[in-house]
């Protein structure tokens, strides 16, 4: 399924920023060149996740594995175009469904292990996918039974396969398949310029929205990854963040298909198990949280008993960068720390240590890719153009200072939103740039000259808790079902660690008066995933608002 305009896949193959290489063709290379070599580490956690002995695999490994999956597929009816729901955590079967699903022309739909019933319905009958890959168990959730009891609600559902023993009446026993399957080749006629995943964001509204991306899509943004982390077929990346979004997948699937690196994989998010990882499996490479970091910088204890004598280059966004972070990294360890801002959409600006030398620079700016008149270091600032507008006027601002939504257009930026062309009309203005909703201001170099980039705040009123992206109108519409509420508010509110946390302001109905049990309660039994509900309940007697009735959430905000 192609979804580019054809004069946009003439124009950019035409300048060299998109080519014929799949994702599986990229893996295929490896495998012919390199058969013997270390490819892909399961976390050492594995069966507590979800069964099964930890698993290394070679390329020749990933091969098969794909294969045996490709194989699986096509006798369950996946063909080309056809998608593929995938819940597992990050494990080896994950990774090698990405390369399954590529060799078929299929469509990879990964979702969250913490998505339950209502988000796996909702997004499953939106999608239709024709297969569900899971697992019998994740961690102690029973999850084959799960999915197979949606069933009635999502009729294209022809198949549910599940890894783990105690496979349920109904599913496929995808351990027992594996192993009599013969590993399927793969397809002649895949494009790269077919669609490859279809993931999903939650964006500003209660629904979240579908973004589809190509093979040269996830290429041509993941050689940020790759440039900036300066990665090899010698490099060792340990990934701690799920495979499901652009930080999993651009960030560290991608860059490890192009360069023949080792990917060694962590989940959950863990501190001690993440270090030990870091000791005994010798990265150069990683991404984590900036709050992580902070906190382990801060802890002389932790550190002391910590070996990360082996990273280089450590990725971190999601979240501003604190200054005296990324410089005592900088100064302890000689680490360098990457300030990494990107989107699902394909927005994608790398603050790196070749094109920002200096840390505490690096932690607070951003260079101007695609804006003109500069020389940087990565490929990516010549195959992206961006500019700033006044979120009101849509005026072009050029001088530095003045607050402006990044509006950004190339070959790392998805086509359009999946069915949804009244989404597609709010994302992308008249001349088809994207509109990112996020807020930056021009900054100066040293010289006076408007060279970077700075982070103002979010236009899109998104929660971010813990890297995961929360839509505050989803959880509002759900409490607002709850008898106790007559209206609410849902805005995020500080957290060290996590970033943000998830705020209720709540306008009691009558005389009741609802308790945070109460209210997490009421979401829980609509199977919400847990990194959405409440942490905090604040009992109003009304919500501020504008002269038009809309809630004024900075007010909000501010008290929190």
């Not at 080309?80 to 078929?104: F, G, K, W």
């Not at 979004?245 to 298909?257: Q, Y």
């Not at 280089?312 to 000689?334: C, E, N, T, W």
């Amino acid at each position: 399924m192609i979804l580019a305009p054809a004069e946009r896949i003439r124009d950019y193959t035409a300048r060299g920023w998109w080519g014929r290489r799949t994702l599986a063709g990229l893996a295929a290379g490896h495998v012919a060149a390199r058969p013997t070599a270390e490819a892909l580490v399961d976390p050492p956690n594995r069966e507590a996740l979800c069964g099964g002995a930890p698993r290394r695999l070679d390329w020749a490994g990933v091969d098969d594995l794909a294969g045996r999956l490709a194989a699986v597929l096509v006798d369950h009816g996946v063909g080309r175009d056809d998608i593929v729901a995938v819940q597992l955590p990050n494990i080896a079967e994950l990774v090698a469904l990405y390369l399954a699903t590529a060799r078929l022309g299929a469509i990879m739909m990964p979702f969250a292990v913490q998505y339950r019933e209502y988000e796996l319905a909702q997004l499953c009958a939106f999608a239709g996918p024709k297969v569900f890959v899971t697992a019998t168990r994740l961690i102690d959730q029973p999850r084959a039974a799960l999915v197979l009891s949606l069933r009635d609600r999502l009729p294209g559902l022809q198949a549910v396969l599940a890894l783990g023993g105690g496979v349920p009446a109904g599913a496929v026993d995808l351990d027992a398949a594996l192993t009599a399957a013969t590993p399927r080749a793969a397809s002649d006629n895949v494009d790269a310029n077919d669609i490859a995943t279809l993931c999903f964001t939650s964006g500003t509204t209660g629904t979240p929205k579908g973004v589809p991306r190509s093979h040269n899509e996830w290429i041509a943004i993941a050689w940020s990854t790759v440039e900036g982390a300066g990665l090899s077929a010698a490099s060792r990346l340990l990934n701690p963040f799920p495979l499901v979004n652009m930080a999993g997948i651009g960030g560290m699937i991608v860059p490890w298909l192009m360069t023949g690196a080792t990917l060694i994989n962590h989940h959950p998010l863990d501190l001690p198990l993440f270090l030990q990882q870091i000791a005994t499996e010798r990265p150069d490479y990683t991404v984590a949280p900036p709050a992580l970091l902070t906190m382990l910088l801060m802890n002389e204890a932790l550190l002391a008993r910590a070996d990360l004598s082996s990273l280089k280059i450590v990725g971190s966004g999601a979240a501003p960068l604190p200054p005296p972070m990324v410089q005592g990294y900088h100064d302890r360890f000689g680490i360098t720390i990457n300030n990494m801002f990107g989107s699902n959409e394909g927005v994608c600006l790398l603050s790196g240590a070749a094109d920002v030398a200096d840390p505490t620079a690096r932690a607070q700016v951003f260079p101007r890719f695609g804006a003109g008149g500069f020389d940087w270091a990565l490929r990516v600032a010549h195959t992206q153009s961006t500019r700033l507008v006044d979120p009101a006027t849509g005026v072009e601002i050029v001088e530095a200072g003045q607050p402006g939504e990044l509006l950004i257009t190339g070959a790392m930026v998805f086509s359009g939103y999946w069915r949804n062309p009244e989404a597609d009309a709010a994302a992308f203005d008249e001349a088809g740039w994207f509109r990112t909703g996020d807020l930056f201001e021009i900054a100066t170099d040293d010289a006076g000259r408007p060279r970077y980039y700075r982070f103002v705040g979010r236009a899109k009123d998104l929660i971010i808790r813990g890297g995961m992206n929360i839509a505050p109108e989803e959880i509002e519409a759900l409490v607002a079902g709850h008898p106790a509420v007559a209206e609410v508010a849902v805005v995020g509110y500080p957290c060290p660690v996590m970033g943000e946390r998830v705020r209720a302001v709540v306008v009691p109905r009558g005389e009741a008066r609802p308790t945070l049990g109460d209210i997490v309660g009421h979401l829980s039994d609509l199977g919400i995933a847990k990194f959405k509900l409440p942490e905090r309940l604040d009992l109003v007697a009304g919500l501020p608002r504008n002269p038009v009735g809309k809630v004024l959430k900075t007010e909000l905000r501010k008290e929190g």
